[in-house]
């Protein structure tokens, strides 16, 4: 029996795309809204601020993906797939670079995702292995422009009406595309990943809802802990973020993470995971992750009461007293409830948990739902599948255990074996060591 690919395009990834693209315009003219709001109004510095966090998100993503394609330009196949007739820019480096300049190349992905889908979905082209390549690329890059971007923009919006006491329906409309937009990309970002895993078909919506709510219910009091900072000890916040950022950093370089095919590349990686961290967890390499994620949510439950405490100390007890204690009995409360639902999800909706038994196809059964190549390769004379090596590396750091720490389960195929990534997967070995 042939072992299943590991993954293929569907109809839902392709919708999938197109409103990943559409939540990307409103997010972005949301953005354009508030901004002008903020302008007109005469709020300078905020208005300030939200565009330094627009450019910042906009610069890095376009990097990483100015990166990326100058990276795949070396694979074998490339020039062949990537081709003007289902990709945007085709392989003109120089148009590509004019696009990423022009802080174009994000969006020029996302069209080419949706392009490239539809000739699968609906023309039935034989270019699936592609699109789910480009899917994949989209899925990070999402989850890059969330956390530089959207996430401190729901911070700053927050600490405006805690330092206003009024809410103006353009924060309201603000507060709800930036929180759909995590939302969003907790979903898709998971999904991607999982689509590496031979279980993929096994999740499930009820599995998808309880990771989606723990990751929503550890994310929201810890914008909420920074805003409310924020509102007492305005200039102290960027100090608070530095710092945290660099104890961060300094923690994914012990991690020895080789996530990009250069040392300049790399380092942009180290510093953005720095900043996903700032507010929220997941996993970067292998080893002790259970420890790593011990260490992180206790780490951040102590700052996060230091932030509490500094709110209640220095608050004005006159215009908060009416929803101070509710605030600082409900944000603990929220952030160990999401920590019950994360423990919940790996103990009774995890999908490895309503996988059948595995039967004798030379699979290799890992611990919490790690990818085996060998398990997934096709036999010989399968149609040979594009695998993103990038993303099925950070899918199987994402989902490491500490006691998998002695099995190399991608082998050659991570990010700096780059000759290996457009590959059947008949050719990729699973090293055992």
């Given at each position: 029996?042939?072992?299943?690919?590991?993954?293929?395009?569907?109809?839902?990834?392709?919708?999938?795309?197109?409103?990943?693209?559409c939540t990307y315009l409103f997010?972005?003219?949301?953005?354009?809204?508030?901004?002008?709001?903020?302008?007109?109004?005469?709020?300078?510095?905020?208005?300030?601020?939200?565009?330094?966090?627009?450019?910042?998100?906009?610069?890095?993503?376009?990097?990483?993906?100015?990166?990326?394609?100058?990276?795949?330009?070396?694979?074998?196949?490339?020039?062949?797939?990537?081709?003007?007739?289902?990709?945007?820019?085709?392989?003109?480096?120089k148009l590509s670079g004019l696009l990423h300049v022009f802080q174009?190349?994000?969006?020029?992905?996302?069209?080419?995702?949706?392009?490239?889908?539809?000739?699968?979905?609906?023309?039935?082209d034989q270019?699936?292995?592609?699109?789910?390549?480009?899917?994949?690329?989209?899925?990070?890059?999402?989850?890059?422009?969330?956390?530089?971007?959207?996430?401190?923009?729901?911070?700053?919006?927050?600490?405006?009406?805690?330092?206003?006491?009024?809410?103006?329906?353009?924060?309201?409309?603000?507060?709800?595309?930036?929180?759909?937009?995590?939302?969003?990309?907790?979903?898709?970002?998971?999904?991607?990943?999982?689509?590496f895993l031979p279980d993929k078909a096994k999740q499930g919506w009820g599995s998808s809802l309880v990771y989606f709510l723990w990751n929503l219910l550890l994310i929201a009091p810890r914008v909420a802990a920074v805003a409310l900072f924020t509102s007492v000890l305005c200039s102290y916040v960027f100090v608070h973020l530095l710092l945290i950022w660099f104890v961060m950093v300094y923690w994914v370089w012990c991690q020895k993470t080789d996530f990009m095919d250069s040392a300049g590349g790399e380092w942009l990686y180290r510093a953005t995971v720095g900043l996903i961290w700032y507010f929220s967890w997941f996993n970067v390499a292998e080893g002790r992750t259970?420890?790593?994620?011990?260490?992180?949510?206790?780490?951040?439950?102590?700052?996060?009461?230091?932030?509490?405490?500094?709110?209640?100390?220095?608050?004005?007890?006159?215009?908060t007293d009416s929803y101070a204690p509710i605030l600082l009995a409900a944000l603990p409360l929220t952030y160990l409830v999401g920590l019950l639902f994360k423990v919940l999800y790996y103990c009774c909706f995890h999908p490895k948990l309503w996988r059948p038994p595995v039967r004798d196809t030379g699979a290799i059964e890992m611990p919490d739902g790690q990818v085996s190549v060998r398990a997934m390769a096709p036999q010989v004379g399968a149609s040979s599948q594009v695998l993103n090596s990038r993303m099925a590396h950070h899918a199987n750091r994402f989902y490491s255990q500490r006691d998998a720490s002695s099995t190399n389960l991608i082998g050659k195929t991570n990010g700096r074996d780059a000759n290996s990534v457009l590959q059947p997967i008949a050719n990729l070995t699973v090293e055992n060591e």
């Open positions: 029996m042939e072992s299943p690919a590991i993954s293929k395009y569907s109809c839902l990834d392709f919708w999938f795309s197109v409103i990943g693209v997010d972005v003219g949301s953005d354009v809204w508030v901004a002008t709001e903020f302008y007109s109004r005469g709020d300078v510095p905020w208005f300030g601020v939200l565009v330094g966090l627009m450019a910042l998100s906009s610069v890095v993503v376009q990097m990483f993906s100015w990166y990326w394609f100058k990276y795949d330009r070396k694979l074998e196949g490339f020039n062949a797939q990537n081709s003007t007739d289902t990709v945007l820019f085709g392989n003109h480096l174009l190349g994000f969006f020029c992905r996302h069209i080419s995702a949706i392009w490239q889908g539809f000739r699968v979905w609906w023309r039935r270019i699936s292995e592609y699109a789910v390549y480009l899917t994949h690329d989209l899925s990070m890059l999402r989850l890059i422009e969330t956390f530089c971007e959207s996430a401190p923009q729901l911070t700053l919006m927050a600490y405006i009406m805690l330092y206003t006491n009024h809410a103006r329906t353009v924060q309201c409309v603000s507060v709800v595309a930036s929180t759909t937009s995590i939302a969003w990309m907790v979903v898709d970002y998971h999904r991607s990943l999982r689509s259970r420890g790593n994620g011990v260490i992180y949510h206790s780490f951040m439950v102590v700052d996060g009461g230091i932030l509490l405490i500094t709110w209640w100390w220095y608050r004005d007890p006159v215009l």
